[in-house]
């Protein structure tokens, strides 16, 4: 195997499954991105609800994830943590993000900015109890998310011991430091390929409370 990288240059592919017409583009931006969203389901493409998620600091610096979509209606989109994570962290000092959807399987991609706020107590604990068994014993061991830990084996331990611990808990508590966060959208943009780089754009821009539909330049 070399270890000299390929020229980049000439790596490309041509986008022509799809188009993008504003007239046939949803007034509302949401219900455009219900459509687009339910056609990945029906494509049956690889976890279509994984999203990329996009903050930053205090200090302006980046972070970017991939965390999954678990709840979208129009109020905004939902998507579960630890509230000391890198994200979480980032969310208390710049309350605003994107999501990313990319679907190279169809050529679309979603993007999809707002403000962040969190979940309700109440409704992140329902969705906690909706989680899996061992889910919801991982979360109360993964804690600070993203800290260092000496090995692998010392967090299946501290797995096995916590199971262990609440093999006769029928229910058990969410952790504090876990919950919900929404984004609420104030911009969208969706992206379809198309032949000869002339990729359609189409964003949607919430200004004095309604949705401005516009074309990009690719």
């Known amino acids: ?40 389901l029906e494509a049956q493409l690889h976890e279509p609800y994984a999203m990329y998620l996009a903050t930053a600091d ?10 999954l979509l678990r709840g979208a209606t129009e109020t905004g989109y939902d998507f579960y943590t630890n509230y000391d994570s890198q994200k979480g962290l980032d969310l208390a000092a ?9 679907w190279p399987e169809i050529e679309r991609q979603i993007r999809v900015h707002g403000h962040v706020e969190k979940i309700p107590e109440a409704e992140s604990t329902a969705y906690y109890h909706k989680r899996p068994r061992d889910s919801q014993i991982a979360a109360h061991i993964s804690t600070p998310q993203s800290g260092v830990i000496e090995s692998r084996e010392l967090l299946q331990q501290r797995f096995q011991d916590l199971a262990a611990e609440v093999e006769q808990v029928t229910e058990l508590s969410k952790p504090e430091f876990w919950g919900g966060y929404r984004l609420q959208p104030s911009y969208y943009e969706f992206w379809q390929g198309r032949p000869n780089r002339l990729h359609d754009r189409l964003s949607y821009e919430l200004s004095d409370g309604a949705w401005q539909l516009q074309r990009l330049m690719p």
């Open 58 to 67: 205090a200090q302006g610096r980046p972070h970017v994830r991939t965390v």
């Open 94 to 102: 710049n309350p605003y993000a994107e999501l990313l959807f990319y």
């Open 1 to 40: 195997m070399s270890d000299m990288i390929q020229d980049l240059s000439e790596l490309r592919l041509s986008y022509q499954k799809g188009e993008l017409h504003e007239a046939r583009a949803a007034i509302d931006p949401h219900a455009q991105f219900l459509q687009w969203f339910n056609q990945a």
